[in-house]
């Protein structure tokens, strides 16, 4: 079935590092891929999305790339901040009439100070 | 997103009793969906609705149930049925289905007696 896997689990980081974080699906069918930021206890917000008319897409220190021939797509922090730590999910959808969102297994990320 | 709110917060379920979690948008959105987060797992699909009366099976949809009888609500019934519901319980919306983002609510944490 329908799958996306998600790499690495948890991520520690240095204030001022880059962080990447990379997901991998399954069905060839998918065209939008949205990632979401989710800190503890709270609800997930949408921090950038790419569909697969485009291979990269960038919004100040967050960027997201995507390979449609080897089905992967990845997440990009630049410049980290302490602020950034919070579980990151990506997923996939195939978009049409459902919008059903595959998610990733998700992504601890700790920037240290 | 402050146009989603989900209700109660915190809820507990004893052995064999239903309960039913709230979910109201006034963002307009057609699309609304719900998901269940477990520890280290990404969100699953249980149900969505793409129209008002009218709502599908997600990937885990055994022990739930819901309704749409109004545009803005999407009321979600945990049974007793549902042998392991302690879970994090999140609703979303989106203007339509297709690639439209999905907006989160704050979500219910239902827990067993």
């Known amino acids: 079935g329908e799958n996306v896997e998600q790499h690495p689990s948890t991520l520690s980081v240095q204030e001022g590092d880059s962080a990447v974080i990379k997901c991998t699906y399954s069905?060839?069918?998918?065209?939008?891929f949205p990632w979401y930021k989710q800190e503890l206890g709270k609800r997930p917000q949408l921090i950038i999305d790419i569909r697969s008319n485009v291979g990269e897409k960038k919004d100040q220190r967050i960027a997201v790339t995507l390979n449609k021939t080897a089905k992967h797509f990845s997440l990009h922090i630049t410049e980290t901040q302490p602020e950034d730590s919070a579980v990151y999910f990506c997923a996939a959808s195939k978009g049409g009439a459902t919008n059903k969102l595959i998610f990733g297994t998700g992504t601890l990320l700790a920037v240290q100070p | 997103d402050g146009g989603i709110t989900q209700s109660p917060k915190y809820l507990f379920r004893k052995e064999g009793q239903n309960v039913t979690l709230s979910c109201e948008q006034n963002?307009?959105?057609?699309?609304m969906y719900w998901y269940r987060q477990d520890p280290g797992q990404g969100l699953r699909l249980i149900y969505y609705s793409q129209i008002v009366n009218d709502f599908q099976k997600g990937d885990i949809a055994e022990g739930y149930s819901v309704s749409r009888e109004k545009k803005e609500s999407f009321p979600l019934t945990v049974t007793s049925a549902q042998k392991n519901p302690t879970a994090f319980y999140l609703c979303?919306?989106?203007?339509?289905?297709?690639?439209?983002?999905?907006?989160f609510g704050d979500g219910t944490r239902l827990s067993i007696l």
């Open positions: 069905d060839s069918a998918s065209n939008y």
């Open positions: 963002l307009n959105h057609d699309a």
């Open positions: 979303a919306s989106s203007i339509r289905t297709g690639y439209q983002p999905q907006h």
